[in-house]
T-cell receptor
Framework: AQTVTQSQPEMSVQEAETVTLSCTYDTSESDYYLFWYKQPPSRQMILVIRQEAYKQQNATENRFSVNFQKAAKSFSLKISDSQLGDAAMYFCAYRSPSGAGSYQLTFGKGTKLSVIP | GAGVSQSPSNKVTEKGKDVELRCDPISGHTALYWYRQSLGQGLEFLIYFQGNSAPDKSGLPSDRFSAERTGGSVSTLTIQRTQQEDSAVYLC??????????????FGEGSRLTVL
């Protein structure tokens, strides 16, 4: 079974600075998808960024980018120019390849990010 | 609707009572998931529905938990004889069916259950 580990329960960053959230995972599969979700106090999980394992290029979405190290099974999230609205819980998630069952996501335990004005 | 809708937003109940949580997925989404999020924990998969196929119930923690999906749309998660350890946020998610792509899940805002 796949596992996802987020080793930083809490992080803080000064507004406008950059922060990196860590995620490692364990899998025997060669193809899969990785995600970062944001959960603000409203509780709704919002997709921040996704990465297909077969792509070597790191995904980017505006101020959000990932450092995907497949051999190390590492998938960190970098938030640049942090804003107050970035304060939330961030969850790393893993999914087996397309067509493999239920598309069920396996989540880490999350990192609580605080942004200091 | 525009997004996944869940009700109630918050539910407080007494130990031993039954509760029902409702999820209305995005229109046209054939796949529906229930997850449980306990305090300080990640999301734990509970059950998955896809069209008319038999649901994947592999994540249900005990036989006190059940779920149904009527007409391929609205789903109800039922917890019988609630226990204090059932206290959690119950999140519902939906997605479009099959095809290529990443199968992105769209989540509701969850139902927070507190068992006294």
């Amino acid at each position: 079974a796949q596992t996802v580990t987020q080793s930083q329960p809490e992080m803080s960053v000064q507004e406008a600075e950059t922060v990196t959230l860590s995620c490692t995972y364990d899998t025997s599969e060669s193809d899969y998808y990785l995600f970062w979700y944001k959960q603000p106090p409203s509780r709704q999980m919002i997709l921040v960024i996704r990465q297909e394992a077969y792509k070597q290029q790191n995904a980017t979405e505006n101020r959000f980018s990932v450092n995907f190290q497949k051999a190390a099974k590492s998938f960190s999230l970098k938030i640049s120019d942090s804003q107050l609205g970035d304060a939330a819980m961030y969850f790393c998630a893993y999914r087996s390849p397309s067509g493999a069952g239920s598309y069920q996501l396996t989540f880490g335990k999350g990192t609580k990010l605080s942004v200091i004005p | 609707g525009a997004g996944v809708s869940q009700s109630p937003s918050n539910k407080v109940t007494e130990k031993g009572k039954d509760v029902e949580l409702r999820c209305d997925p995005i229109s046209g989404h054939t796949a529906l998931y229930w997850y449980r999020q306990s305090l300080g924990q990640g999301l734990e998969f509970l059950i998955y529905f896809q069209g008319n196929s038999a649901p994947d119930k592999s994540g249900l923690p005990s036989d006190r938990f059940s779920a149904e999906r009527t007409g391929g749309s609205v789903s109800t998660l039922t917890i019988q004889r609630t226990q204090q350890e059932d206290s959690a946020v119950y999140l519902c998610a939906s997605r479009t069916s099959g095809g290529s792509g990443t199968g992105e899940l769209f989540f509701g805002e969850g139902s927070r259950l507190t068992v006294l």
